[in-house]
């Protein structure tokens, strides 16, 4: 059986809730950020873009 694969499947269960975050514009670029932790001026933390408001789904915190 695949006792293994599944055990650790359920071990890394974690709710994802809808959080509001800011991605970069730019695509070629993966920055992004949550709304609380965002910067007052809203630029790219990796590239100095500006970036734009998203849902993603993301691990509770
Ligand atoms: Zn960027």
Known sequence: MFFGKRA???E???ILI???IYS???N???GWMRKDFV???????M??????QEIRELPKI
């Open 12 to 14: 890394m269960e974690t």
């Open 28 to 30: 070629s670029c993966i």
């Open 39 to 45: 910067s007052d001026d809203l630029l790219c933390p």
């Open 18 to 20: 809808d959080t509001e």
């Open 24 to 26: 970069c514009m730019d």
């Open 8 to 10: 650790k499947e359920e």
């Open 47 to 52: 590239c100095g873009n500006e970036m734009i």
